[in-house]
């Protein structure tokens, strides 16, 4: 099954099952979430929780379980052991999350426009085999013009440029209504301009009360635009603030080499974009 045939998939599977959000309860709880594949440990004992409005950056070396860690969350694959809520109810019963993949698993050439991926957002909340409606088709463009590719809508996927493709996900994420946003690499291939873009939306997310996990693997990146970090490998090495997570020791830990950093002030450590894409 293709990437847009899981997210179309987990978007049916919302619009049957959905549950009015815990009054108290935090957007996000992850409890010692586990996953295993047959080779071996992906993720061990995870364990945090997200309020509303939070952004927080997942960052480790490549196969330390980044995408894994989304993937559970999203639904796409399942857990080992642990349990993850949303809102106080199992995720399958929400309609508020929305997966932002990573663009190696996408098929570009798949036969489908802009304005298709992004109404994708909108089966869940719109119910099975029912037609798109003014309001739908409203949220959509409105998506589409926060992520600055409302004059895109009828542009065939493959015809955009790398910084356009990671923004249409994002536009279909806002199309959603979605409360949590799952991010697997955005930044991943896109220059300094194209990041910025991002970080620009990511702001205006964050206006909205809407909560972020996103996953990167430049760890320099991460302290200087992150303010709260989640540092992986296989297991959780630290959670908190860049400054208190992103230590020399922690770094030591997750990589498992001396690093040859530069540190700052504050002892955050200033590491190269030296990583690929998480694997795991």
């Given at each position: 099954?293709?990437?847009?045939?899981?997210?179309?998939?987990?978007?049916?599977?919302?619009?049957?099952?959905?549950?009015?959000?815990?009054?108290?309860?935090?957007?996000?709880?992850?409890?010692?979430?586990?996953?295993?594949?047959?080779?071996?440990?992906?993720?061990?004992?995870?364990?945090?929780?997200?309020?509303?409005?939070?952004?927080?950056?997942?960052?480790?070396?490549?196969?330390?379980?980044?995408?894994?860690?989304?993937?559970?969350?999203?639904?796409i694959i399942n857990s080992?052991?642990?349990?993850?809520?949303?809102?106080?109810?199992?995720?399958?019963?929400?309609?508020?999350?929305?997966?932002?993949?990573?663009?190696?698993?996408?098929?570009?050439?798949?036969?489908?426009?802009?304005?298709?991926?992004?109404?994708?957002?909108?089966?869940?909340?719109?119910?099975?085999?029912?037609?798109?409606?003014?309001?739908?088709?409203?949220?959509?463009?409105?998506?589409?013009?926060?992520?600055?590719?409302?004059?895109?809508?009828?542009?065939?996927?493959?015809?955009?440029?790398v910084g356009q493709q990671?923004?249409?996900?994002?536009?279909?994420?806002?199309?959603?209504?979605?409360?949590?946003?799952?991010?697997?690499?955005?930044?991943?291939?896109?220059?300094?301009?194209?990041?910025?873009?991002?970080?620009?939306?990511?702001?205006?997310?964050?206006?909205?009360d809407v909560t972020v996990?996103?996953?990167?693997?430049?760890?320099?990146?991460?302290?200087?635009?992150?303010?709260?970090?989640?540092?992986?490998?296989?297991?959780?090495?630290?959670?908190?603030?860049?400054?208190?997570?992103?230590?020399?020791?922690?770094?030591?830990?997750?990589?498992?080499?001396?690093?040859?950093?530069?540190?700052?002030?504050?002892?955050?450590?200033?590491?190269?974009?030296?990583?690929?894409?998480?694997?795991?």
């Amino acid at each position: 099954m293709t990437m847009f045939g899981e997210l179309q998939k987990i978007s049916q599977h919302l619009s049957k099952n959905r549950q009015p959000h815990h009054s108290g309860a935090p957007i996000l709880r992850v409890q010692d979430i586990s996953v295993s594949y047959e080779t071996g440990v992906a993720i061990k004992n995870i364990g945090f929780e997200l309020d509303v409005g939070d952004i927080l950056a997942i960052v480790g070396p490549n196969g330390a379980g980044k995408s894994t860690l989304l993937k559970v969350i999203a639904g796409i694959i399942n857990s080992t052991g642990g349990n993850i809520q949303i809102f106080g109810h199992d995720p399958g019963s929400h309609i508020c999350i929305a997966y932002v993949p990573q663009r190696n698993q996408v098929d570009w050439e798949f036969p489908v426009t802009v304005a298709d991926v992004v109404m994708m957002g909108r089966v869940g909340q719109m119910g099975l085999f029912r037609n798109a409606k003014g309001r739908d088709w409203k949220l959509v463009h409105q998506a589409l013009e926060i992520v600055g590719l409302d004059s895109y809508i009828k542009r065939q996927i493959s015809q955009l440029s790398v910084g356009q493709q990671q923004r249409m996900f994002i536009a279909r994420a806002l199309a959603q209504e979605a409360e949590l946003i799952l991010m697997d690499e955005p930044l991943t291939g896109l220059d300094a301009s194209l990041q910025e873009e991002v970080f620009r939306i990511l702001d205006s997310l964050q206006t909205l009360d809407v909560t972020v996990l996103i996953s990167h693997h430049d760890v320099k990146s991460v302290a200087q635009r992150f303010d709260h970090v989640l540092l992986l490998n296989k297991e959780m090495l630290g959670i908190g603030r860049a400054d208190q997570v992103l230590t020399s020791e922690n770094l030591s830990i997750a990589y498992g080499v001396d690093l040859d950093l530069a540190a700052t002030d504050d002892d955050t450590l200033a590491l190269g974009d030296m990583y690929g894409d998480d694997k795991s």
